[in-house]
């Protein structure tokens, strides 16, 4: 069916970005891909063989409706995916089943996956999530001993295949102290259990920032989500990297993250509008002068967020044009005066390049206030993604 704007995929950028962050990680270090949030807005149906024919293999989805449509979207038997998050009983007696790897963040859960697998007469593939000072989710401290009896009193029921924990912010060097609280909290906690002569599987911890700014928390793996899709979790992120690795004088040359991601639409019409005249709803614009104006069929329900309203700028012939007046739910009005060779079906690019220029979603989320994350995730799961060489 045909849809007001579509989504771009870039293999070589794809490619490319795992080649840099694998480089990074080095060799003893596995790289998992995380695909939550309809893998940060690029769509698993499309992202995930993607990744899967540069040859990646892991997986990690925050919920198990996700981890389902992964292992749909998977066409290799040795490819694999993680749950990381939330999952109901009947959610867990599917991973079970399948021998889907997930995380155990509290006792109850250790407790539920040890009763169904029992019952399924198959090992629960688990990750053992610690607390170390994010107080979100892991493992208690004052559970160690509990923890210890069951994986050993049930050890027919497990697979412990790593022992992780997620780190409270590693994209801002303001969180050093506290950061550096949770690694030590974790050894420890890794400490206490082979002690208690468990075998932890794969130790992991870190996210995309974690690799530049901790490099000594790289461990046996990494779960890197937004720096495979080419963007940097924070300015101060990519300026640590660049610092360190090229000199101050290569700042803003080379950056070796490249955005997998384009999002085009097309001009459906164009007004000419006099001086005095308002543009599109209320009172949000005015015209000073003689205006050009195109409309594209892209609105906030499409994920262009209300907040680019007189705001946001999208490409159009080559040119940065800016959005005039409110952004509408399906539709925005944009200035072209000057360019008069635009006209219904003329390319719009909403993030991405056209010519010498670009969008980027640092910019996109500069402009709208928000965090590129939120600005990704927020890309309907309806528009189609088509993969670009
Ligand atoms: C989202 C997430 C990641 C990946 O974070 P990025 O900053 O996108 O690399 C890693 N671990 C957990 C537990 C997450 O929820």
Not at 64 to 69: D, F, I, L, N, P
Not at 113 to 141: C, F, K, V, W, Y
Not at 273 to 278: A, D, I, L, R, W
Not at 306 to 332: E, H, K, P
């Amino acid at each position: 069916m045909y849809h007001t704007s579509h989504i771009e995929l870039s293999r070589a950028a794809l490619r490319s970005n795992l080649r840099f962050l694998k480089s990074r990680i080095g060799e003893l270090s596995r790289l998992v891909l995380v695909v939550k949030g309809n893998a940060y807005g690029h769509g698993i149906e499309g992202f995930v063989p993607l990744a899967e024919a540069c040859g990646q293999r892991h997986f990690a989805t925050s919920n198990a409706e996700e981890g389902w449509r992964v292992t749909r979207a998977l066409s290799r038997s040795d490819s694999q995916v993680i749950v990381m998050g939330e999952m109901n009983d009947e959610a867990l007696e599917w991973a079970i089943s399948e021998g889907i790897a997930f995380h155990v963040f509290d006792m109850e859960r250790l407790k539920t996956s040890r009763r169904l697998a029992e019952r399924l007469q198959r090992p629960a593939r688990i990750h053992l999530e610690l607390e170390t000072g994010m107080n979100r989710l892991g493992l208690e401290d004052w559970d160690r001993e509990k923890i210890v009896a069951i994986l050993r009193e049930h050890s027919a029921c497990f697979e412990i295949e790593g022992t992780c924990t997620h780190l409270a912010g590693a994209e801002n060097i303001a969180n050093y102290v506290r950061i550096q609280d949770q690694l030590r909290v974790f050894e420890e906690g890794c400490r206490f259990f082979v002690s208690r002569g468990l075998a932890l599987g794969r130790r992991h911890v870190s996210p995309s920032s974690g690799i530049f700014f901790y490099p000594e928390a790289i461990l046996d793996q990494v779960r890197v989500g937004i720096a495979a899709y080419g963007f940097w979790p924070t300015q101060e992120v990519r300026m640590r990297y660049l610092m360190e690795t090229e000199g101050r004088q290569a700042l803003g040359q080379k950056d070796p993250l490249k955005r997998v991601i384009s999002w085009k639409s097309l001009v459906m019409a164009i007004k000419d509008v006099t001086p005095g005249q308002f543009v599109n709803y209320g009172l949000f614009y005015q015209a000073t002068k003689k205006r050009r104006v195109a409309i594209v069929p892209v609105g906030y329900s499409e994920g262009f967020s209300r907040a680019l309203s007189n705001r946001g700028r999208v490409l159009i012939n080559g040119r940065r044009c800016q959005v005039i007046g409110a952004v509408n739910m399906n539709m925005i009005s944009v200035d072209v005066t000057g360019i008069p060779e635009v006209k219904p079906g003329t390319e719009v690019v909403l993030i991405g390049r056209q010519k010498r220029q670009q969008i980027s979603i640092s910019s996109f989320s500069n402009m709208s206030d928000e965090m590129n994350y939120e600005v990704l995730v927020r890309l309907p799961e309806r528009i189609p993604r088509v993969v670009v060489s």
